[in-house]
């Protein structure tokens, strides 16, 4: 899981990349918030998972860590996706809204289930 997370991760590292560039060349920082949630939930989240899975979570039971990561994933995934319709002026954002609070929900309970295996894997090693 761990490598799964940091590739992911990586993966969108390199489109907030890509992304930033964009912004940069053309001038337009129109996608500022897009930019910094691929960045920051994409990257960095997934990297500090992928982290904590190879340094912590060594044994995590395997259908609490694939509902980890795929509701991560698909929660990033759905967010990223809003932002960029709603801030290029695509979609608005009140019909947006619905799917931008379950995926923010989504990615939040992808944090409670790593804090939740975080807390059985100390319970383990007493």
């Known amino acids: 899981m761990d490598r799964k997370l940091v590739m992911t991760g990586l993966g969108y590292g390199i489109l907030g990349l890509i992304l930033g560039i964009h912004m940069a060349a053309t001038h337009n920082h129109g996608q500022l918030v897009t930019h910094a ?3 920051l939930i994409g990257l960095v989240v997934s990297f500090i998972y992928g982290a904590c899975y190879k340094l912590w979570l060594l044994q995590p039971k395997p259908m609490l860590a694939k ?3 795929y ?3 698909v929660g990033t995934l759905v967010v990223v996706i809003c932002l960029y319709l709603m801030y290029g002026g695509y979609v608005s954002g009140e019909t947006l809204e619905p799917f931008l609070a379950t995926s923010s929900i989504l990615v939040l ?3 409670i ?4 295996m975080f807390i059985q894997s100390k319970k383990q090693s007493l």
Do not use: T, Y
């Open 37 to 39: 949630h691929i960045m």
């Open 67 to 69: 509902l980890q990561f």
């Open 71 to 73: 509701s991560h994933q």
């Open 109 to 111: 309970l992808s944090m």
């Open 113 to 116: 289930l790593v804090k939740v």
